[in-house]
């Protein structure tokens, strides 16, 4: 199992970023994928969550009008598009294989995801 983030990098206040997790080495679309996201002293935090038949979506309350999670499971590939970003973005965020097909109501909680990639550093400064 491979999961590879990219796409993270520096940006400005009400920039957009988008970030790509390619996977690997396991049938995509038998599984939900998540990001999540961790600054230094904190614990990781559940940000989006894609289920892989219907694709329905979760989201955090806090980025659900910034943020939109989509699958292109022809591709393996989840994507995280984020717009008007804040400094309080900033983090190291990273995409997590979930055990299931669906996220459900408790998506956040780390003990789903069995495999977790490298992560992608976001920056929002000016």
């Known amino acids: 199992v491979q999961l590879v983030e990219s796409g993270g990098g520096l940006v400005q206040p009400g920039g957009s970023l988008r970030l790509s997790c390619e996977a690997s080495?396991?049938?995509?679309?038998?599984?939900?994928i998540g990001w999540f996201r961790q600054v230094p002293g904190k614990e990781r935090a559940g940000v989006s969550c894609i289920d892989s038949g219907d694709r329905s979506t979760y989201t955090l309350d806090s980025v659900r009008d910034r943020f939109t999670i989509s699958r292109d499971n022809a591709k393996n590939v989840v994507y995280l598009q984020m717009s008007s970003l804040r400094p309080e973005d900033t983090a190291m965020y990273y995409c997590?294989?979930?055990?299931?097909?669906?996220?459900?109501?408790?998506?956040?909680?780390?003990?789903?995801?069995?495999?977790w990639g490298q992560g992608a550093q976001v920056t929002v400064s000016s």
């Open positions: 997590a294989r979930h055990s299931r097909r669906r996220c459900i109501n408790t998506w956040y909680r780390l003990f789903w995801y069995d495999s």
């Open positions: 080495g396991f049938p995509f679309d038998d599984h939900a």
